[in-house]
């Protein structure tokens, strides 16, 4: 009988799950976070920022990696495809909602394949035109495109990119021509807007800022549910008429989706608890970030929201990756 008993134990211990333990002993090593952008892209200080909080709370390295490529799709893959044991996480931009419809054969779904720990930093995102433009509201600017259609032209950092998007609904919900001026990046864009080769641009606030205070560019919108606090005498896009057009530049921590839901919760909480460290939360308002504290119920929400506002306007410009 005791034989029979010690049998039983041996099978069913192995099956008896120790969250606590698990929760309790992580992290016990150095955990990798991937950064699929380029080193000092937007992305990358932000999520270094956070790094360095949760190695100092949790007594473990937190290391950036950076591997860029195929818009963030590169990095994002190879985190998908390793381990799942809260050792190798990813953090990524907006793209990774918008490319997964802008990328038709992506080898990873952002919603099963991936779990969201937090929005690090979240950016609403502005219209600007020159400062000497007689342009002064999204009115004005609706009005020229619409009294001269083709003559007005906007810049973006690239094809299938936040600002590109945003511009594309923005012509399609105000239904005039406008001509698209595509660069590498958001400061080739800048330089062209200053240059007048273009008559606006998108971008997010952190980027703006440094020319708003310069005074080198003029802000007509911003595109969040309220005034952002660095810039507020610009009204939004819902006080100018537009509904539904909330969007912001974000940065987001997430796991691969079958890591243990101790580590994922562990995870949660120290994220959250870092975004609301007095230095963090400085070092990130100060650039014009918020961080809202969702739950994870809230964060996979958001997620497939942003997903379906993107994949729709992808869908109704049958834009595509080349």
């Given at each position: 009988?005791?034989?029979?008993?010690?049998?039983?134990?041996?099978?069913?211990?192995?099956?008896?799950?120790?969250?606590?333990?698990?929760?309790?002993?992580?992290p016990s090593?150095?955990?990798?976070?991937?950064v699929?952008?380029?080193?000092?892209?937007?992305?990358?200080?932000l999520?270094?920022i956070?790094?360095?909080r949760?190695?100092?709370?949790l007594?473990?390295?937190?290391?950036?990696?950076?591997?860029?490529g195929?818009?963030?799709?590169?990095?994002?893959?190879?985190?998908?495809?390793?381990a799942?044991?809260g050792y190798?996480?990813?953090?990524?931009?907006?793209?990774?909602?918008?490319?997964?419809?802008?990328?038709?054969n992506?080898?990873?779904?952002?919603?099963?394949?991936?779990?969201?720990?937090?929005v690090?930093?979240?950016?609403p995102?502005?219209?600007v035109?020159?400062?000497?433009?007689?342009?002064?509201?999204?009115?004005?600017?609706?009005?020229?495109?619409?009294?001269k259609?083709?003559?007005?032209s906007?810049g973006?950092?690239g094809?299938g990119?936040?600002?590109?998007?945003?511009?594309?609904?923005?012509?399609a919900?105000t239904?005039?021509?406008?001509l698209?001026?595509?660069?590498?990046?958001?400061?080739?864009?800048?330089?062209?807007?200053?240059?007048g080769?273009?008559?606006?641009?998108?971008?997010a606030?952190?980027?703006?800022?440094?020319?708003?205070?310069?005074?080198?560019?003029k802000?007509?919108?911003?595109?969040s549910?309220a005034?952002s606090?660095?810039?507020?005498?610009?009204?939004?896009?819902?006080?100018?008429?537009?509904?539904?057009f909330q969007?912001y530049?974000?940065?987001m921590l997430f796991?691969?989706?079958?890591t243990?839901?101790?580590?994922v919760e562990?995870?949660?909480d120290?994220?959250a608890?870092?975004?609301?460290?007095?230095?963090?939360?400085?070092?990130?308002?100060?650039?014009?970030?918020?961080?809202?504290?969702?739950?994870?119920?809230?964060l996979?929400?958001?997620?497939?929201?942003?997903?379906e506002?993107y994949?729709?306007?992808?869908?109704?410009g049958?834009?595509?990756?080349?």
């Amino acid at each position: 009988m005791r034989s029979i008993v010690r049998a039983a134990i041996a099978v069913l211990l192995p099956l008896c799950p120790l969250p606590a333990v698990a929760q309790d002993a992580y992290p016990s090593r150095t955990v990798q976070v991937v950064v699929p952008y380029p080193a000092g892209g937007s992305t990358d200080p932000l999520v270094r920022i956070i790094c360095d909080r949760l190695s100092r709370n949790l007594g473990q390295t937190f290391v950036v990696l950076n591997q860029p490529g195929a818009g963030g799709n590169t990095g994002t893959a190879s985190v998908v495809r390793g381990a799942h044991d809260g050792y190798t996480l990813v953090a990524s931009a907006a793209a990774i909602a918008i490319n997964a419809t802008y990328y038709r054969n992506l080898s990873f779904d952002v919603e099963k394949d991936l779990v969201p720990l937090a929005v690090i930093a979240r950016f609403p995102m502005v219209f600007v035109v020159q400062p000497s433009s007689d342009l002064n509201s999204i009115a004005d600017l609706v009005a020229r495109a619409k009294q001269k259609p083709g003559d007005i032209s906007y810049g973006t950092s690239g094809n299938g990119v936040l600002d590109h998007l945003i511009d594309e609904k923005f012509k399609a919900d105000t239904r005039t021509n406008m001509l698209r001026v595509p660069h590498n990046g958001v400061p080739a864009t800048f330089t062209s807007l200053l240059r007048g080769d273009i008559n606006f641009m998108v971008a997010a606030s952190n980027a703006v800022m440094p020319f708003v205070d310069a005074k080198t560019v003029k802000p007509l919108a911003v595109t969040s549910a309220a005034r952002s606090p660095q810039l507020p005498d610009v009204p939004t896009m819902e006080e100018q008429g537009f509904k539904n057009f909330q969007m912001y530049g974000w940065a987001m921590l997430f796991a691969p989706s079958n890591t243990p839901q101790p580590i994922v919760e562990k995870l949660h909480d120290e994220i959250a608890k870092a975004l609301t460290d007095p230095a963090v939360h400085k070092l990130l308002t100060d650039q014009g970030a918020e961080s809202p504290p969702l739950s994870l119920a809230q964060l996979r929400d958001y997620v497939h929201r942003e997903r379906e506002l993107y994949g729709a306007i992808v869908r109704a410009g049958d834009m595509k990756a080349e």
